[in-house]
T-cell receptor, first 113, second 115 residues
Framework: GENVEQHPSTLSVQEGDSAVIKCTYS??????FPWYKQELGKRPQLIID?????GEKKDQRIAVTLNKTAKHFSLHITETQPEDSAVYFC????????????FGAGTILRVKS | GAGVSQSPRYKVAKRGQDVALRCDPI?????LFWYQQALGQGPEFLTY????????KSGLPSDRFFAERPEGSVSTLKIQRTQQEDSAVYLC?????????????FGPGTRLLVL
């Protein structure tokens, strides 16, 4: 079945620096790749997503890149702020019913001020 | 409008007890998903409904887990004879339709602790 690997598991950056989180997936048929942010004890919140017909998408300080050939995608956060501290999960879709997602194990991002 | 809601938010059960977890999706959302999130891990798929039809239950870990959505809106995840390994956060998510690339909106989860 589909497998999503996420790295690193923890990431500490200084406020204002950039953070990059990388994920790889195994199912070449996957075509939807969302990123969720989860604060402690809270629900996962979608922050950005990308579909397989584009290679990059940007929303203010957040960007996602997709390399379908290599089957990997990355989250880039620029000018990090303390409120960016959270756990970030990548996910990849499975081509079955609906929009079944397989999630990575998560990255704990700490932004030090 | 209101987002996805779940109840109870916390549940402590004794081993062997049955529990029922409720999910209220966003009004009008066709698709509903249940996930299990163990501590320090990403959500893992359990089951999927399109309206009242359970189209995929491949992620349910055992026959002690049962989910239903009889009227195509509210869903209940039932765990019979709970075991300690069932301790986790159970997340519900919904989408407007059934198109494969739709955004999934998550509820706050039910944190289940089995003693």
């Amino acid at each position: 079945g589909e497998n999503v690997e996420q790295h690193p598991s923890t990431l500490s950056v200084q406020e204002g620096d950039s953070a990059v989180i990388k994920c790889t997936y195994s199912d070449s048929a996957s075509n939807y790749f969302p990123w969720y942010k989860q604060e402690l004890g809270k629900r996962p919140q979608l922050i950005i997503d990308i579909r397989s017909n584009v290679g990059e998408k940007k929303d203010q300080r957040i960007a996602v890149t997709l390399n379908k050939t290599a089957k990997h995608f990355s989250l880039h956060i620029t000018e990090t702020q303390p409120e960016d501290s959270a756990v970030y999960f990548c996910a990849a879709s499975i081509q079955e019913y609906g929009n079944k997602l397989v999630f990575g194990a998560g990255t704990i991002l700490r932004v030090k001020s | 409008g209101a987002g996805v809601s779940q109840s109870p938010r916390y549940k402590v059960a004794k081993r062997g007890q049955d529990v029922a977890l409720r999910c209220d999706p966003i009004s009008g959302h066709v698709s509903l998903f249940w996930y299990q999130q163990a501590l320090g891990q990403g959500p893992e798929f359990l089951t999927y409904f399109q309206n009242e039809a359970q189209l995929d239950k491949s992620g349910l870990p055992s026959d002690r887990f049962f989910a239903e959505r009889p009227e195509g809106s509210v869903s209940t995840l039932k765990i019979q004879r709970t075991q300690q390994e069932d301790s986790a956060v159970y997340l519900c998510a919904s989408t407007w339709g059934s198109w494969p690339q739709e955004t999934q909106y998550f509820g706050p989860g039910t944190r289940l602790l089995v003693l």
